[in-house]
């Protein structure tokens, strides 16, 4: 038996029927015993070659037991003990290459306990920061969520915002240091593509939304197709079972994309948030462009003129005569313009699609796209709507390996899980 489990019977357990918070403040003791810097003799048996399951299935089913006497937690234990051996297997990393990756997977899984802590505790109103009143529902409830996030799970002071010259302070903005460092993004590999796109310097790309703004659906974006943009294998796997067959290969994932010489298609700076090209298994080439929603409402400015109507002929999807400029979908229609305009102008895909992605809970949204629709010509299969719940479950079932897992674990919890904040 190790020292370190023999070190987690010190930690003083609650005699049998204490209250609640005495056994809930005994579980994240646990936790927070877990968090600190794995023994050394486990390090140096994963580089003596000695197998990783031994002590883990003690470990693992040593905390089981500490945890479920406390509060059941068995489960969510083992969610986080399974994520200690490719965290062993990252200490090996010898090619420089691969330290983004290596401190991805350290990083994922010191989220994990942070989660696990995070859920132990009552979560409460002080250290939220500052809200903001005339928020709808949905904004309320998802900037309440990142604020909860911010102080619970990354253990972070709450910064000024919404603009760079604001001096208003909310819940759901990081402080610039923080900002600065990637705490807007799930792991450091992600914080890298942000970097590298922020430095090409083109495009609608905002520096301080995407760094500072927890409740902007840019960083979002980047959160959930990051990692695809430099492992095209992990987008072909993923894309693959998004479209349930029709990827054989991804060619590119691009962010924040938009189709240059812009002139020569919207002559303004319609952008994809996300763009996927692919070669499909009879080697035909197509793509994807996705609109990424979270809080903010489609842009309520109309655009309307012939560098968009150019593009509207009887080939179009769009039912001769629709209202598709109309200020409730103005935006999405511009969207859907590019799509249609990339397709015909790149003159190498047999096929190219819009795709909105938005929480389960924006039925504004949804009833924008359902309205929307109602311009389109019947059998029209140009835009697609998802929900991020649907990416995510779909995207599960094709991860292989712990650190992708985890990714998505991570998330969900951001994004989705929003009863974590609620208590």
Not at 325 to 333: E, G, S, V
Request: net charge negative; proline share 5%.
């Amino acid at each position: 038996m190790s020292l370190w489990l023999e070190s987690l019977r010190c930690v003083d357990r609650p005699l049998d029927g204490a209250p609640e918070d005495e056994r809930r403040a005994h579980a994240l003791r646990l936790v927070e015993h877990l968090a600190m810097p794995v023994p050394r003799e486990w390090w140096q048996r994963v580089l003596d070659g000695h197998p990783v399951a031994d002590w883990q299935r003690d470990i693992m089913d040593e905390l089981r037991a500490e945890l479920g006497r406390s509060l059941g937690h068995d489960g969510l234990a083992l969610e986080v003990l399974l994520a200690l051996p490719f965290a062993c297997e990252a200490q090996r990393v010898a090619n420089p290459a691969d330290a983004v990756a290596a401190a991805d997977q350290l990083l994922l899984v010191r989220g994990d306990l942070y989660w696990l802590s995070a859920r132990l505790q009552a979560p409460g109103e002080t250290d939220l920061g500052p809200q903001y009143p005339r928020d709808n529902r949905l904004t309320a409830k998802l900037r309440r969520h990142q604020s909860w996030y911010r102080a619970r799970v990354l253990g972070m002071d709450h910064g000024v915002g919404p603009k760079p010259t604001s001096a208003s302070r909310f819940g759901n903005m990081l402080t610039t240091d923080d900002a600065e460092r990637g705490a807007n993004f799930l792991t450091p590999g992600i914080f890298a593509v942000a970097q590298r796109r922020l430095a090409e310097n083109t495009g609608v790309v905002e520096r301080f939304r995407l760094l500072h703004n927890m409740l902007s659906s840019q960083p979002m974006c980047f959160n959930l197709f990051g990692p695809l943009v430099d492992n095209l294998e992990l987008a072909t796997r993923l894309m693959n079972a998004l479209t349930e067959g029709e990827v054989d290969e991804v060619l590119s994932v691009r962010l924040e994309f938009g189709p240059e010489p812009a002139k020569a298609y919207l002559n303004d700076r319609t952008a994809f948030d996300a763009y996927v090209e692919w070669r499909r298994p009879d080697g035909q080439l197509a793509f994807i462009g996705f609109e990424t929603k979270l809080s903010e409402p489609f842009s309520q400015k109309v655009y309307d003129g012939p560098a968009y109507r150019r593009w509207m002929d009887a080939d179009a999807p769009w039912r001769p005569g629709a209202d598709v400029a109309n200020i409730r979908h103005n935006q999405l229609w511009r969207d859907h313009l590019l799509a249609v305009a990339h397709h015909r102008q790149s003159g190498r895909h047999v096929h190219g699609r819009l795709a909105v992605v938005r929480h389960s809970l924006d039925l504004e949204c949804q009833e924008t796209v359902a309205g929307y629709r109602q311009t389109l010509r019947q059998g029209d299969d140009t835009l697609v709507e998802l929900t991020l719940a649907q990416i995510v479950d779909a995207w599960s079932q094709a991860v292989q390996t712990d650190a992708e897992r985890a990714w998505l674990a991570a998330f969900r919890l951001r994004y989705l899980d929003l009863a974590a904040s609620e208590g």
